[in-house]
């Protein structure tokens, strides 16, 4: 356990703090979430590297420094509420909740689903809402969202998502081919959306209705 609290803190310093993240919420955040509990036993001596790693069903828990970007892209308060699409194996979505007060999560694969319903229950964050269902559809009964974060490669922008963000809300979302992506952000505002490119990046498929197709 020490061992871990140790690694965490060397992360946070040296992959995340001298990168340039600032944000007191996100660094807070980053140094409470036991990241190694998100990955298999065999992999969790690697869990506070600089890359991602796989969680199974080909999927990743992202690497520690594109977590903290995205995430300090949402400019997050207390009270936002937040929906995530791809929950994969939790870690993500723990960090937001550390943050926020509650956060809403999609993921398509029930074995991930359930595994990350169970940890969330495990460690006590019962400010997680999960779904298992196609996230491009959004989570229409819980709109509007302050912030959504896409964490899967999507070809395009999804409109759906779009129009489930509340005025003044923001979204981090990875779009480009099946390789690399950039990660966008956009804000709605009164006079419609605003589109930064916050810098390459690569992910796995984003895969629904507005998506990828599954094969
Ligand atoms: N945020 C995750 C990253 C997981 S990788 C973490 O912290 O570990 C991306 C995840 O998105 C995968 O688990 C994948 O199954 C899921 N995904 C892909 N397309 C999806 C969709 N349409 N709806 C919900 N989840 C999706």
């Known amino acids: 356990m020490i061992k871990f609290d140790r690694l965490r803190k060397q992360m946070v310093q040296k992959q995340i703090e001298a990168r340039?993240?600032?944000?007191?919420?996100?660094?807070?955040?980053?140094?409470?979430?036991?990241?190694?509990?998100?990955?298999?036993?065999?992999?969790?001596?690697?869990?506070?590297?600089?890359?991602?790693?796989?969680?199974?069903?080909?999927?990743?828990?992202?690497?520690?420094?594109?977590?903290?970007?995205?995430?300090?892209?949402?400019?997050l308060a207390k009270d936002d509420r937040i929906l995530?699409?791809?929950?994969?194996?939790?870690?993500?979505a723990a960090i937001l909740a550390?943050?926020?007060?509650?956060?809403?999560?999609i993921e398509r694969i029930y074995n991930l689903y359930s595994r990350a319903r169970k940890l969330f229950d495990n460690l006590g964050y019962h400010?997680?809402?999960?779904?298992?269902?196609?996230?491009?559809?959004?989570?229409?009964?819980?709109?509007?969202?302050?912030?959504?974060i896409v964490t899967a490669g999507?070809?395009?922008?999804p409109d759906t998502l779009v129009h489930q963000l509340a005025i003044g809300g923001r979204m981090?979302?990875?779009v480009g081919d099946q390789y690399t992506q950039d990660l966008l952000k956009l804000v709605r505002t009164p006079k419609g959306i605003t589109k930064s490119n916050l810098g390459g990046c690569r992910f796995v498929k984003l895969v629904g209705e507005f998506g990828w197709d599954p094969n």
């Open 84 to 92: 995530e699409i791809g929950t994969g194996s939790g870690y993500q």
């Open 127 to 148: 400010n997680i809402v999960t779904r298992y269902s196609d996230g491009t559809m959004g989570w229409k009964d819980e709109r509007p969202f302050d912030a959504i």
């Open 154 to 157: 999507a070809p395009e922008i």
């Open 20 to 75: 340039g993240i600032t944000d007191a919420n996100v660094l807070d955040a980053m140094n409470k979430v036991p990241r190694h509990m998100f990955v298999s036993e065999a992999l969790q001596d690697q869990a506070y590297s600089d890359y991602p790693l796989p969680i199974g069903e080909q999927q990743t828990i992202s690497q520690p420094y594109i977590v903290a970007e995205m995430t300090q892209a949402l400019r």
């Open 172 to 174: 981090v979302i990875p």
């Open 98 to 105: 550390q943050i926020v007060f509650r956060v809403y999560t």
